[in-house]
């Protein structure tokens, strides 16, 4: 039951049921599981990841994001 300032509002109708907790963790684990099969499968995502990183920790960017995002044409000049 949630509470505003010392008034109960009832249960919150956000609120997962125990059923749909169960139902959210399983489909969290199908869903890493399935991420983890594509990433063993798909080795050229390791090496855009390790790329992307090495380029960042040498340049160390003030703002991630918008290096990330290629705005300064760094990762252009690493990747096709």
Do not use: W
């Not at 609120?15 to 890493?32: D, V």
């Amino acid at each position: 039951m949630a509470t505003l300032r010392g008034r109960v509002l009832g249960p919150d109708p956000g609120a997962l049921s125990p059923a749909q907790l169960e139902q959210l963790r399983n489909f969290k684990i199908q869903t890493r599981i399935a991420n983890e099969k594509y990433l063993r499968t798909h080795k050229e995502v390791e090496l855009l990841i390790s790329g992307f990183f090495r380029e960042m920790f040498l340049k160390r960017p003030d703002n991630i994001q918008e290096f990330a995002a290629g705005s300064s044409g760094s990762m252009r000049a690493v990747l096709p």
